[in-house]
């Protein structure tokens, strides 16, 4: 059983800043790709920003120059450092991990999600 425990959303004013967490915990050999999705109301789930174990990154245009991604490979901890915040960035957050675990019959890897934490950027 894998966890993924989220934090730092919250209001903020357009212009301002938000850093989000993701730790992960549980039964973990590696995790692969982490990454932050978002749903803002009436759109389909987005992918914002994504990293790799090695630390390549890549983002959505809408993000690029305002969002850095990052992780402690030692901690199993993805960050989301969001500034220059705008309304349009308003939405549920997630944080995704493939995780790689140990069974009594081999390892297998899968997705895993966090709950969800709101950002909510006001004009």
């Known amino acids: 059983q894998v966890q993924l425990v989220e934090s730092g959303g919250g209001l903020v004013q357009a212009g301002g800043s938000l850093r989000l967490s993701c730790a992960a915990s549980g039964n973990i050999l590696s995790i692969n790709v982490m990454g932050w999705y978002r749903r803002a109301p009436g759109k389909q789930r987005e992918l914002v920003a994504a990293i790799t174990s090695g630390g390549s990154t890549n983002y959505t245009d809408s993000v690029k120059g305002r969002f850095t991604i990052s992780r402690d490979n030692a901690k199993k901890t993805e960050y989301l450092q969001m500034n220059s915040l705008k309304p349009e960035d308003t939405a549920v957050y997630y944080c995704?991990?493939?995780?790689?675990?140990?069974?009594?019959?081999?390892?297998?890897?899968?997705?895993?999600w966090g709950q969800g934490t709101q950002v909510t950027v006001s004009s």
């Open positions: 995704n991990a493939q995780v790689r675990s140990l069974t009594a019959w081999g390892t297998f890897e899968n997705d895993y």
